[in-house]
Protein backbone atom coordinates (compact mmCIF):
# COMPACT_ATOMS: atom_id res chain seq x y z
CA UNK A 1 0.00 0.00 0.00
CA UNK A 2 1.37 3.21 -0.89
CA UNK A 3 1.61 5.95 2.07
CA UNK A 4 -0.17 8.77 1.15
CA UNK A 5 2.70 11.43 2.06
CA UNK A 6 4.43 9.72 -0.86
CA UNK A 7 2.46 10.78 -3.72
CA UNK A 8 4.11 14.23 -4.56
CA UNK A 9 7.06 12.18 -5.24
CA UNK A 10 5.90 10.34 -7.90
CA UNK A 11 6.10 11.12 -11.59
CA UNK A 12 3.96 10.60 -14.10
CA UNK A 13 4.22 6.86 -14.54
CA UNK A 14 4.14 6.28 -11.06
CA UNK A 15 1.09 8.04 -10.42
CA UNK A 16 -0.34 5.72 -13.36
CA UNK A 17 1.25 2.37 -11.95
CA UNK A 18 -0.32 3.55 -8.68
CA UNK A 19 -3.86 4.54 -10.22
CA UNK A 20 -4.23 1.50 -11.62
CA UNK A 21 -3.44 -0.83 -8.59
CA UNK A 22 -5.72 1.38 -6.26
CA UNK A 23 -8.45 0.84 -9.39
CA UNK A 24 -7.85 -3.19 -9.51
CA UNK A 25 -7.96 -3.01 -5.59
CA UNK A 26 -11.35 -1.19 -5.66
CA UNK A 27 -13.09 -2.92 -8.51
CA UNK A 28 -11.54 -6.31 -5.74
CA UNK A 29 -13.41 -4.54 -2.77
CA UNK A 30 -16.38 -3.30 -4.44
CA UNK A 31 -16.78 -7.44 -6.04
CA UNK A 32 -16.25 -8.83 -2.24
CA UNK A 33 -18.90 -6.65 -0.67
CA UNK A 34 -21.63 -8.07 -2.89
CA UNK A 35 -20.99 -11.03 -2.53
CA UNK A 36 -21.03 -11.33 0.97
CA UNK A 37 -24.32 -9.38 0.55
CA UNK A 38 -25.67 -12.79 -0.93
CA UNK A 39 -24.01 -15.10 1.53
CA UNK A 40 -25.38 -12.97 4.61
CA UNK A 41 -28.96 -13.37 2.78
CA UNK A 42 -27.61 -17.27 2.80
CA UNK A 43 -26.82 -16.77 6.91
CA UNK A 44 -30.40 -15.37 7.53
CA UNK A 45 -32.73 -17.60 5.93
CA UNK A 46 -35.87 -16.43 6.17
CA UNK A 47 -37.08 -20.29 6.01
CA UNK A 48 -35.22 -21.11 8.75
CA UNK A 49 -36.32 -18.40 10.84
CA UNK A 50 -39.98 -19.58 10.17
CA UNK A 51 -39.34 -22.91 11.58
CA UNK A 52 -37.67 -22.15 14.22
CA UNK A 53 -40.33 -20.09 15.40
CA UNK A 54 -43.10 -23.08 14.44
CA UNK A 55 -40.46 -25.40 16.45
CA UNK A 56 -41.21 -23.02 19.72
CA UNK A 57 -44.60 -22.47 19.05
CA UNK A 58 -44.14 -18.98 18.68
CA UNK A 59 -47.10 -16.46 17.17
CA UNK A 60 -45.58 -13.84 15.28
CA UNK A 61 -46.98 -10.34 16.52
CA UNK A 62 -47.12 -6.86 15.19
CA UNK A 63 -43.54 -5.39 14.89
CA UNK A 64 -41.84 -9.25 14.77
CA UNK A 65 -39.33 -10.02 12.25
CA UNK A 66 -40.75 -11.64 9.57
CA UNK A 67 -39.58 -14.08 6.64
CA UNK A 68 -40.09 -12.15 3.23
CA UNK A 69 -38.41 -12.75 -0.35
CA UNK A 70 -35.70 -11.24 -0.64
CA UNK A 71 -35.59 -10.44 -4.00
CA UNK A 72 -37.48 -11.05 -7.32
CA UNK A 73 -39.45 -14.25 -8.18
CA UNK A 74 -36.87 -16.85 -8.04
CA UNK A 75 -34.55 -15.73 -5.13
CA UNK A 76 -34.82 -17.67 -1.33
CA UNK A 77 -36.92 -15.56 1.85
CA UNK A 78 -34.59 -13.98 4.12
CA UNK A 79 -35.46 -12.56 7.38
CA UNK A 80 -36.84 -9.12 7.37
CA UNK A 81 -34.26 -7.08 9.50
CA UNK A 82 -31.35 -8.82 8.22
CA UNK A 83 -29.75 -6.25 6.14
CA UNK A 84 -29.88 -3.63 8.70
CA UNK A 85 -26.94 -5.23 10.58
CA UNK A 86 -24.68 -5.67 7.33
CA UNK A 87 -25.43 -2.17 6.66
CA UNK A 88 -23.76 -0.85 9.60
CA UNK A 89 -20.48 -2.08 8.85
CA UNK A 90 -20.89 -1.34 5.13
CA UNK A 91 -21.63 2.36 6.36
CA UNK A 92 -24.82 2.62 5.01
CA UNK A 93 -28.84 3.42 5.83
CA UNK A 94 -30.80 -0.11 6.29
CA UNK A 95 -32.91 1.24 3.12
CA UNK A 96 -29.71 1.52 0.98
CA UNK A 97 -28.44 -2.07 2.36
CA UNK A 98 -31.88 -3.80 2.22
CA UNK A 99 -31.84 -2.75 -1.77
CA UNK A 100 -28.14 -3.83 -2.01
CA UNK A 101 -28.37 -7.12 -0.71
CA UNK A 102 -31.81 -7.66 -2.60
CA UNK A 103 -29.23 -6.37 -6.10
CA UNK A 104 -27.26 -8.80 -5.29
CA UNK A 105 -30.02 -11.78 -4.66
CA UNK A 106 -31.57 -11.01 -7.77
CA UNK A 107 -27.72 -11.17 -9.27
CA UNK A 108 -27.02 -14.12 -7.84
CA UNK A 109 -30.21 -16.05 -8.44
CA UNK A 110 -31.64 -15.07 -11.50
CA UNK A 111 -28.72 -13.82 -13.31
CA UNK A 112 -26.03 -16.78 -13.27
CA UNK A 113 -23.52 -15.68 -16.11
CA UNK A 114 -23.23 -12.31 -15.07
CA UNK A 115 -22.62 -13.35 -11.40
CA UNK A 116 -19.70 -15.14 -13.21
CA UNK A 117 -18.73 -12.44 -15.13
CA UNK A 118 -18.38 -10.24 -11.66
CA UNK A 119 -16.57 -12.79 -10.21
CA UNK A 120 -14.00 -13.02 -12.59
CA UNK A 121 -13.39 -9.37 -12.93
CA UNK A 122 -15.20 -8.75 -16.18
CA UNK A 123 -18.48 -6.64 -14.81
CA UNK A 124 -18.75 -3.90 -12.56
CA UNK A 125 -21.03 -4.11 -9.88
CA UNK A 126 -22.80 -1.13 -10.56
CA UNK A 127 -23.52 -2.69 -13.83
CA UNK A 128 -25.04 -5.86 -12.61
CA UNK A 129 -27.25 -4.24 -10.77
CA UNK A 130 -28.97 -2.08 -13.24
CA UNK A 131 -29.38 -5.14 -15.07
CA UNK A 132 -30.73 -6.55 -12.02
CA UNK A 133 -33.17 -4.20 -11.16
CA UNK A 134 -34.40 -3.10 -15.38
CA UNK A 135 -35.43 -6.86 -14.93
CA UNK A 136 -37.22 -6.60 -11.56
CA UNK A 137 -38.75 -3.70 -12.49
CA UNK A 138 -40.34 -5.18 -15.88
CA UNK A 139 -41.87 -8.32 -13.68
CA UNK A 140 -39.52 -10.49 -15.19
CA UNK A 141 -40.03 -14.25 -13.92
CA UNK A 142 -36.97 -16.35 -12.74
CA UNK A 143 -36.98 -18.34 -16.43
CA UNK A 144 -37.67 -15.23 -18.24
CA UNK A 145 -34.63 -13.24 -16.01
CA UNK A 146 -32.10 -16.18 -17.25
CA UNK A 147 -33.15 -15.03 -20.80
CA UNK A 148 -31.92 -11.85 -20.71
CA UNK A 149 -29.24 -12.87 -19.07
CA UNK A 150 -28.37 -15.15 -21.05
CA UNK A 151 -28.80 -12.88 -24.19
CA UNK A 152 -26.74 -9.96 -22.84
CA UNK A 153 -24.28 -10.85 -20.43
CA UNK A 154 -21.74 -11.85 -22.99
CA UNK A 155 -21.71 -8.67 -24.31
CA UNK A 156 -21.51 -6.06 -21.19
CA UNK A 157 -17.90 -6.47 -21.00
CA UNK A 158 -17.39 -5.45 -24.84
CA UNK A 159 -20.11 -2.90 -25.54
CA UNK A 160 -20.09 0.59 -24.67
CA UNK A 161 -22.93 0.79 -21.62
CA UNK A 162 -25.14 3.12 -23.76
CA UNK A 163 -25.52 0.95 -26.29
CA UNK A 164 -25.87 -1.76 -23.85
CA UNK A 165 -28.18 -0.56 -22.60
CA UNK A 166 -30.38 -0.53 -25.17
CA UNK A 167 -29.44 -4.15 -26.20
CA UNK A 168 -30.67 -4.97 -22.76
CA UNK A 169 -34.33 -3.02 -23.21
CA UNK A 170 -34.42 -4.33 -26.21
CA UNK A 171 -34.25 -7.93 -24.70
CA UNK A 172 -36.34 -6.90 -21.63
CA UNK A 173 -39.35 -6.36 -24.15
CA UNK A 174 -38.61 -9.34 -26.13
CA UNK A 175 -38.97 -11.62 -23.12
CA UNK A 176 -42.28 -10.60 -21.91
CA UNK A 177 -43.56 -8.53 -24.87
CA UNK A 178 -47.07 -8.39 -23.45
CA UNK A 179 -46.15 -6.61 -20.05
CA UNK A 180 -43.82 -4.35 -22.41
CA UNK A 181 -46.78 -3.12 -23.60
CA UNK A 182 -48.84 -2.59 -20.63
CA UNK A 183 -46.04 -0.94 -19.24
CA UNK A 184 -45.77 1.41 -22.32
CA UNK A 185 -49.51 1.99 -21.84
CA UNK A 186 -49.59 2.64 -18.37
CA UNK A 187 -46.60 5.37 -18.93
CA UNK A 188 -48.59 6.98 -21.68
CA UNK A 189 -51.78 7.46 -19.11
CA UNK A 190 -49.26 8.72 -15.95
CA UNK A 191 -50.22 12.32 -16.99
CA UNK A 192 -50.18 15.66 -14.89
CA UNK A 193 -50.03 19.06 -13.84
CA UNK A 194 -48.88 20.31 -10.35
CA UNK A 195 -47.62 23.50 -9.06
CA UNK A 196 -45.66 24.81 -6.08
CA UNK A 197 -46.31 27.40 -3.94
CA UNK A 198 -46.09 31.17 -5.02
CA UNK A 199 -42.71 33.43 -3.66
CA UNK A 200 -42.69 36.41 -2.61
CA UNK A 201 -42.58 37.54 -6.18
CA UNK A 202 -45.47 35.77 -6.99
CA UNK A 203 -43.32 33.22 -9.14
CA UNK A 204 -45.17 30.10 -9.15
CA UNK A 205 -43.24 26.44 -10.90
CA UNK A 206 -45.67 24.28 -12.68
CA UNK A 207 -44.44 21.04 -13.31
CA UNK A 208 -46.36 18.97 -16.46
CA UNK A 209 -46.37 15.19 -17.65
CA UNK A 210 -47.68 15.18 -20.96
CA UNK A 211 -46.91 13.91 -24.47
CA UNK A 212 -44.15 15.62 -26.22
CA UNK A 213 -46.41 17.35 -28.20
CA UNK A 214 -48.83 18.83 -26.08
Not at 156 to 168: D, I, K
Request: charged content about 25%.
Amino acid sequence: MIELGALSDLDAGGVLVEAERAQAGMVTAETARFFLAAHWVDLHSGEALTEERRRRGERVLPGMERSRRAGADGTPLVAEFAAMELGAVLGMGHVAADCFARDAVNVRFRHPRLWAAIGRGQVRVWQAREVARRCAAAGLDADQAGWVDAATSPYLASLPWARFEALLEAKVIEADPAAAEERARSAAMARFVRTGQSNEYGVKTIVARAAAGD
